[in-house]
C-alpha cells in the first residue's frame, strides 16, 4: 500500500525550513545550504525551466558620440543601459560594472572611432580594465600607415570577480594621422555597447 505524506513545510533540527511550498512556490533549501546532487543521479530541467542562472548581467551603450582626445586611452562612458538584472551596472557616475555575486564573467565590448573629417584613424586600441588596471588589450593597426577613417573592434573576455569591490570599465585609444581627436560613435548597440554575465563560480 503507497504512503502519502502532507505536509507544507520540513525543517531541518535547527528548525530551518529545508522544503517549503507556499503559494504554489516551492523553496528548497534554507540560507547557507548546499544543494547536492550525488554522483551517478541526474537532474533534469525542462527548456527554459531554470532562470537566474546567468545573473547579474547588464547591457549598455552610448547614447550619443564621446569625443575621446587623439592618442589617449580614455574611459568610455557607456551612459544607457538596455538591461541591468541586479543594478550593478553605473551608468551616471563611473560606468562601471561591479557585481554584486563573486563568480566568473564574460565580458562583452564593441567600439568604433571616427574623426568625422577626411583624415584617417591610424591605430585603435579598445581596452578592459580591472579595479583601474589594463587586463586585455585588443588592437587595430593599418600596417600601410595609409590607414582608415573607422577601425571597429569587439572583444570578449573572461574576468574573475570577487562579488563585492571588483569593478570593470572599458577604455579606448584611437590615433588619427592628423592629430585630430575622435569620437566613438554612439546611439545604439550597433555603434558601441558593453556588457557582461555571469558563467559559473
Same mark, same amino acid.
Given at each position: 500500500m503507497a504512503s502519502i505524506l502532507k505536509v507544507d513545510t520540513i525543517q531541518d533540527q535547527s528548525g530551518n525550513n529545508i522544503i517549503n511550498e507556499s503559494a504554489d512556490t516551492i523553496t528548497i533549501g534554507a540560507s547557507g545550504d548546499t544543494i547536492t546532487v550525488?554522483?551517478?543521479a541526474s537532474l533534469t530541467v525542462p527548456n @527554459? @525551466?531554470?532562470? @537566474?542562472?546567468?545573473?547579474?548581467?547588464?547591457? =549598455?551603450?552610448? $547614447?550619443?558620440?564621446q569625443s575621446i582626445s587623439d592618442a589617449t586611452f580614455t574611459k568610455i562612458q557607456f551612459?544607457?543601459?538596455v538591461f541591468d538584472t541586479d543594478s550593478c551596472y553605473d551608468n551616471t557616475t563611473n560606468y562601471r560594472f561591479t557585481p554584486n555575486v563573486a563568480g566568473k564573467y564574460l565580458v562583452n565590448c564593441y567600439?568604433?572611432?571616427?574623426?568625422g573629417t577626411n583624415t584617417d584613424i591610424l591605430r585603435h586600441y579598445q581596452a578592459i580594465y580591472k579595479n583601474g588596471s589594463q587586463v586585455q588589450l585588443q588592437n587595430l593597426d593599418t600596417r600601410d600607415g595609409g590607414g582608415f577613417r573607422v577601425l571597429s573592434?569587439?572583444?570578449?573576455?573572461?574576468? $574573475?570577480?570577487n562579488g563585492s569591490s571588483d569593478y570593470i570599465e572599458i577604455f579606448a585609444f584611437a590615433d588619427s594621422?592628423? @592629430?585630430?581627436? =575622435?569620437?566613438i560613435a554612439g546611439g545604439s548597440t550597433e555603434h558601441s555597447f558593453f556588457s557582461a554575465y555571469r558563467i559559473g563560480a
Open positions: 550525488p554522483t551517478g @527554459g @525551466g531554470l532562470t @537566474g542562472q546567468n545573473y547579474p548581467a547588464f547591457m =549598455a551603450y552610448l $547614447s550619443s558620440a551612459d544607457t543601459e567600439t568604433a572611432p571616427n574623426t573592434i569587439s572583444s570578449s573576455y573572461i574576468i $574573475s570577480m594621422n592628423s @592629430g585630430n581627436n =575622435a569620437s
